[in-house]
């Protein structure tokens, strides 16, 4: 257990990392309602929610992969100083930056 405080897991993931995969999301869902909308019609109603329902399925673990990977790619594990978790168990405060808001 001792090894396991001598690291930090730090995200920096932010919204604009996978802002660009969301709005591929939403079109391919867009083109999905467009596709069913043209194949609607009063006997081909089932392969209209067939298209939706298929095109749903099969795009869902690519955004979830795309996802996961981004994450992954932005979690850093970096060593803590033995300085620094000595001023920890003492009672102060880490060394660490207040987080700011980024425009």
């Known amino acids: 257990m001792e090894q396991l405080q001598k690291y930090r897991l730090i995200c920096t993931l932010s919204f604009g990392d996978i802002y660009g995969q969301i709005i591929i999301w939403l079109i391919v869902i867009f083109i999905s309602l467009a596709s069913a909308l043209a194949l ?39 060593a803590i100083d033995p300085e620094e978790t000595t001023a920890t168990a003492a009672g102060s405060s880490p060394k660490q930056k207040p987080i700011e808001a980024t425009s």
């Open 40 to 78: 609607w019609s009063a006997e081909r109603q089932i392969y209209a929610l067939a298209t939706v329902g298929l095109i749903l399925v099969l795009s869902l673990p690519f955004l979830l992969f795309a996802f996961v990977t981004t994450l992954l790619n932005h979690i850093e594990i970096s």
